[in-house]
């Protein structure tokens, strides 16, 4: 599967964006969905995930309450509403795919990766 990253900008602090990830293929809707996110310097972390139904998801502590995982698996697109954005929020996003079945957290769980989009947002 290949994965489009999009949606990422220059917002202030307090504005919103909304990431969008385009995947390939037929099977998308098997896949659990990760965003992880790298700030300069710093590890890849995760964000945010959503199972293969959207019955399940889990957001990282650092942006609970702030930021919303979503898919449309008509559509093979997951999203990520980001509100209330911090400068802390600043770094590279890069959505994933996992064909495990159940929801992930981890990295290395994640087969397929896109390509991230910058997401930069000031004080």
């Known amino acids: 599967v290949q994965l489009q990253a999009s949606g990422g900008g220059l917002v202030q602090a307090g504005g919103s964006l909304r990431l969008s990830c385009a995947a390939s293929g037929r099977t998308f809707s098997r896949y659990v969905m990760g965003w992880f996110r790298q700030a300069p310097g710093k590890e890849r972390e995760v964000v945010s995930a959503i199972s293969w139904s959207g019955g399940s998801t889990y957001v990282a502590d650092s942006v609970k309450g702030r930021f919303t995982i979503s898919r449309d698996n008509a559509k093979n697109t997951v999203y990520l509403q980001m509100n209330n954005l911090k400068p802390e929020d600043t770094a590279v996003y890069y959505c994933?795919?996992?064909?495990?079945?159940?929801?992930?957290?981890?990295?290395?769980?994640?087969?397929?990766w896109g390509q991230g989009t910058e997401v930069t947002v000031s004080s």
């Open positions: 994933a795919a996992s064909t495990l079945m159940r929801l992930t957290t981890k990295r290395g769980d994640y087969d397929y």
